[in-house]
């Protein structure tokens, strides 16, 4: 992997994060409908998977490289 690859893979990794914070300060507003709260929710939920499938892809890479050693 190239190491702008690389850069970009972070830098989506931690995008996900920021954008699954930024979920969960929205949901612990008391002043949300529930309905804005489901939607949130879900957002929040696809982001962390999304970052999960990345992290574990990565593990998958490592392992990889580790193996050729």
């Known amino acids: 992997m190239a190491k702008e690859d690389l850069r970009t893979e972070t830098q989506n990794f931690e995008a996900k994060l920021e ?11 008391p ?12 957002q929040g939920m696809s982001e962390l998977a999304t970052a999960q499938k990345m992290l574990e892809e990565a593990e998958i890479k490592i ?5 050729k050693q």
Do not use: C, F, P, R
Not at 63 to 67: C, D, L, Q, R, W
């Open 19 to 29: 954008s699954a914070k930024k979920v969960l300060e929205t949901l612990m507003n």
């Open 31 to 42: 002043e949300i409908t529930l309905q804005d709260s489901l939607k949130a929710y879900e």
């Open 63 to 67: 392992n990889e490289i580790k193996s």
